[in-house]
Every structure is written in C-alpha cells, then in structure tokens.
C-alpha cells in the first residue's frame, strides 16, 4: 500500500483561516530521492456567514524534506478555482 497521510497545521491565504488540511490515502511513490504525492479531500470554507464544502486536489513533492504542493480548492457556486502553491518543511 503505497499511501499515506498528509497534514498542513493551520493553512490559510488571503485573509481564510482554513484550519487543517488532512489527507487520508494520499497516494505517494518514491524515485530518485524524490517523494511524488497526490490526493483529494474536501474543505469547508466560510462564504458570507454559509459554511461550503469544496473539493479539494493536492499534488506535490517531497525531497530532502522541503515539500513543494499545489493545492487547487474548487468554489462550487461562485464557478472559481484557487490555486495555492505551498513550500515547507516535512515534519515526520
């Protein structure tokens, strides 16, 4: 079984507090010295008082434990895409 589970603490942009990212299942293969991930979950984001569950694909690298993501959060209802690009740390 090839997955794992991929957590971002306290993940925000813009002026959205979007809390924890968890990812269950998050596919992953190793080659090279490089980690390649990808996954989907969804999150819940507060749109003028209404809570909305968008979905939500994370793909990325792991290598020498900096981790390169990109996060791309569907906004059902307002027809927008936010693409967030993500540099940190892996903490094992």
């Given at each position: 079984?090839?997955?794992?589970t ?8 813009s002026s959205?507090?979007l ?24 999150v ?28 791309t959060?569907t ?10 690009n993500?540099t940190?740390?892996k903490?094992?």
């Open positions: 079984n090839n997955t794992i991929l957590s971002i603490a306290n993940f925000s942009f959205m507090n809390g924890n990212f968890l990812i269950k299942g998050c596919n992953c293969t190793y080659a090279n010295g490089v980690y390649s991930l990808n996954g989907t979950t969804s819940s984001v507060n749109l003028a008082g209404v809570s909305v569950a968008c979905p939500t694909q994370i793909t990325g690298t792991i290598t020498n434990d900096k981790a390169i993501l990109s996060i959060i906004v059902p209802g307002l027809n927008q895409t936010v693409i967030v993500y940190g740390s903490n094992a």
